[in-house]
């Protein structure tokens, strides 16, 4: 689900996060506010007091297409982690896999379906492609 902050005044969006796509990217709303100091658009003098209302959460819906996901699996202090995303990382080892959406879907959804195949059977047991 996108994360997005906006301009108290005039709506701007200032910052868009999707965490699915990138979780370790997530800027603090004072860097996102640094990088700014005034809103683009009404010029008002933003501030890092980022309230509730800033900040928008719109789920991530991919139209049909054809898309390439992205699975990494990561050992963590709780465990094993299985990250789906849409943004290659070139740190982690992983696999690619090829996703046709045939009608409007829910990123969560396809990510939620990749996660409970790689922990019933294993990252290398995924398929090269997926049809959702
Ligand atoms: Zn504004």
């Given at each position: 689900m996108p994360i997005k902050i906006k301009c108290r005044k005039?709506?701007?969006?200032?910052?868009?996060?999707?965490?699915?796509s990138d979780p370790q990217g997530l800027a603090m709303p004072i860097q996102v506010v640094d990088s700014y100091i005034l809103c683009p658009r009404?010029?008002?003098?933003?501030?890092?007091?980022v309230k509730p209302d800033d900040i928008v959460i719109k789920p991530l819906i991919l139209e049909p297409g054809r898309y390439t996901i992205y699975v990494y699996?990561?050992?963590?202090?709780?465990?094993?982690a299985v990250v789906v995303t849409m943004q290659?990382?070139?740190?982690?080892?992983?696999?690619a896999v090829k996703v046709i959406v045939k009608?409007?879907?829910?990123?969560?959804?396809?990510?939620?379906?990749?996660?409970?195949?790689?922990?019933?059977k294993g990252i290398d047991s995924l398929p090269k492609e997926i049809v959702f």
């Open positions: 005039c709506g701007f969006i200032l910052y868009t996060y999707d965490m699915f009404c010029g008002r003098e933003l501030d890092a007091n699996t990561n050992q963590t202090g709780a465990g094993y290659r990382r070139k740190y982690r080892r992983g696999k009608e409007k879907t829910l990123f969560s959804e396809i990510s939620n379906y990749i996660r409970d195949l790689v922990k019933k």
